[in-house]
């Protein structure tokens, strides 16, 4: 029998009130003890499939419990004590994730994938940024017909200086006012250009007024004076322009020519063109291009055109002249000779062909006969009948 003053130990479920602990008595663990006739539950997810199941919402875990403080074992026990308790299987409330399998080769993938970006500046990319909009198409110019285009142009011909010009052309209207303003009277000379020319002079007459030439040797200021008068008077004429090359050049006598060297196998070159300026004041009134040829082309009578056989030239501005089949030798020829509307009639221009004539050919002066004149105009023919005192028998050239 048990001595009175030892405590029967009353074994209940619940929770058990803290032992006094002695100095000589270890605290004792916790430990769970499983009965023999009951089974071991198996570890279990706590998941509620559907509200029905559960037996109250509270009940449902989704994350490991910690281990609870659990009943002390009996006293008369024969499981062995443990070390340490049994660590519970961690509650889960969904079934873990599958893990993926990585190539073995995602190194170099990544590594080829990043070659073939294009080099770019690195940028900021908003997904809310919205696309630049199109620029819009240029506005088409709006074209307004200045001008009609007839198919008959009305030609006017200008009183003062003799220039012809449609009136309903712009540029034809502004040409003509530079022509009128630069040849009213003549074309304008400085004072040095003017002192210039007279040192150059081969006549001189009445009222200071001089004949200059202008050659191929000359001054380069000389020569771009003369061939600003030439424009002027090709102007006018309606002549071909002369190249520079050709205005200062030279050219090659053929052997048979009567003033030829006595040896015919080294040809002869001479200056082609001259220049005879006639000067009035601080103007040039007067021009006179002589050229040096050796053929030209007789002028026939017009009975005789119609027995012999002829040729016909027409030069503009003009009735039309016979010519012979048969080209005579000749020395000098007029290519240009033009005088200002101004000084017309008043024998300036038999004066440059005189000069001319005299002044060409060094210690030379070569006779009427010898001359010819360049496709005449309906005024150049008439100052050629005149200087010649004829109505033919004068000389024609092609230029």
Not at 229 to 257: F, R
Request: hydrophobic share 30%.
């Amino acid at each position: 029998m048990l001595p009175s003053s030892t405590k029967k130990v009353v074994r209940t479920y619940s929770r058990q009130t803290k032992r006094p602990l002695y100095d000589a008595e270890p605290p004792a663990k916790r430990r769970r003890v499983e009965n023999a006739n009951t089974e071991p539950a198996p570890p279990t997810t706590i998941a509620s499939k559907s509200p029905a199941c559960s037996p109250s919402p509270t009940r449902i875990i989704s994350a490991p419990l910690s281990s609870s403080p659990q009943p002390s074992p009996p006293s008369f026990s024969d499981a062995p004590t443990r070390s340490s308790p049994p660590s519970s299987p961690a509650l889960e409330s969904s079934p873990p994730p599958e893990t993926k399998r990585r190539p073995v080769f995602s190194l170099f993938k990544r590594k080829l994938k990043h070659s073939f970006s294009a080099p770019e500046i690195l940028s900021e990319r908003s997904h809310n940024a919205q696309s630049p909009p199109k620029p819009l198409p240029p506005k088409k110019k709006h074209m307004v017909q200045m001008q009609l285009d007839l198919v008959g142009q009305h030609r006017k011909a200008c009183k003062t200086c003799g220039m012809e010009y449609i009136p309903s052309n712009a540029e034809d209207v502004a040409l003509h006012k530079k022509f009128h303003a630069m040849n009213f009277g003549g074309v304008d000379c400085t004072k040095a250009m003017v002192e210039r020319l007279r040192q150059r002079q081969i006549w001189s007459g009445g009222e200071g007024g001089f004949i200059a030439v202008v050659g191929r040797k000359d001054a380069l200021a000389l020569r771009n004076k003369a061939s600003d008068v030439l424009k002027v008077v090709n102007t006018e004429l309606a002549a071909v322009p002369i190249t520079e090359e050709e205005l200062w050049g030279q050219t090659t006598l053929s052997a048979s020519t009567e003033d030829a060297e006595a040896d015919p196998a080294v040809p002869e070159k001479c200056d082609r063109y001259k220049i005879y300026l006639h000067v009035r004041g601080q103007k040039c009134v007067a021009a006179c291009l002589a050229e040096r040829i050796q053929e030209a082309y007789t002028v026939l009578a017009q009975d005789k055109a119609s027995e012999e056989p002829a040729q016909t030239l027409a030069g503009s501005q003009s009735s039309s002249i016979s010519i012979s089949t048969t080209a005579d030798k000749v020395l000098l020829g007029f290519s240009r000779i033009w005088v200002s509307s101004q000084f017309r009639k008043q024998g300036l221009a038999r004066r440059l062909l005189d000069c001319t004539r005299s002044d060409f050919m060094y210690g030379l002066t070569v006779d009427k006969r010898l001359t010819a004149f360049s496709q005449p105009t309906e005024s150049g023919g008439k100052l050629a009948r005149k200087y010649f005192g004829s109505e033919a028998g004068w000389h024609v050239y092609m230029d």
